[in-house]
């Protein structure tokens, strides 16, 4: 596509509720990146695909997050149980080539709101 | 770990006024440096990517350079406008990290004024 993909823009669930987040990265970008975004704060690091290389997930805030990306492409961010705390933007984010090249190209984001 | 720090916090300007925002960073071992724009409730838009052997780079009314050595970047926003209102995010991507994370400032938010 011609930019990355996110959705839903909004989700406002329940706390306990399980949620789901899509990326749909540039065409051909082999890295994928996700962020979150809380409310007046920075952007904090949560996974990083690359390729078909093991992906970082340092960043991911406690087992109840998780992320896959699927041939290489649409990755989906699961957020189980989901807590107030965990409200925030995801931003997803793609770029080309290896670490040391490229713009990195983001999403609109996906606003979760947990009740 | 490196961390990323951008001043000021805010600004607020009028009209037409040339401006300067400042990033820096604790590690110079870096292989890129971008400069993001973010609007309220949007994602982040690429502005300007220095890799860590370019000093500068332009677009339009924006320049950003970068020194290395002394873990500095500026952005600079000639003749600003209203419409240049909105968040300025800078991203470093280290050396030494296998896997291509990003590190980010807070951002600077400019506010420009008719």
């Known amino acids: 596509g011609a930019g990355v993909s996110q959705s839903p823009s909004n989700k406002v669930t329940e706390k306990g509720k399980d949620v789901e987040l899509r990326c749909d990265p540039i065409?051909?970008?082999?890295?994928l990146y996700w962020y979150r975004q809380s409310l007046g704060q920075g952007l904090e690091f949560l996974i990083y695909f690359q390729g078909n290389s093991a992906p970082d997930k340092s960043g991911l805030p406690s087992d109840r997050f998780s992320a896959e990306r699927t041939g290489g492409s649409v990755s989906t961010l699961t957020i189980q149980r989901t807590q107030q705390e965990d409200s925030a933007v995801y931003l997803c984010?793609?770029?080309?080539?290896?670490?040391?090249?490229?713009?990195?190209?983001f999403g609109e984001g996906s606003r979760l709101t947990v009740l | 770990k490196q961390e990323v720090t951008q001043i000021p916090a805010a600004l607020s300007v009028p009209e037409g006024e040339n401006l300067v925002l400042n990033c820096s960073f604790t590690?110079?071992?870096?292989?890129?440096l971008q400069w993001f724009r973010q609007d309220p409730g949007k994602g982040l838009t690429s502005l300007l990517l220095?890799?860590?052997?370019?000093r500068e780079q332009t677009s339009g009314r924006l320049n950003a350079s970068l020194d290395k050595s002394s873990g500095r970047s500026t952005l600079y926003i000639a003749a600003s406008q209203p419409g240049d209102s909105a968040t300025y995010l800078c991203a470093v991507r280290p050396r030494g990290s296998t896997l291509g994370r990003l590190y980010f400032g807070r951002g600077t938010q400019l506010t420009v004024w008719p």
């Open positions: 220095i890799q860590s052997s370019q």
């Open positions: 065409s051909g970008h082999t890295a």
């Open positions: 984010a793609s770029n080309s080539g290896g670490p040391n090249t490229g713009e990195l190209f």
């Open positions: 590690d110079s071992a870096i292989y890129n």
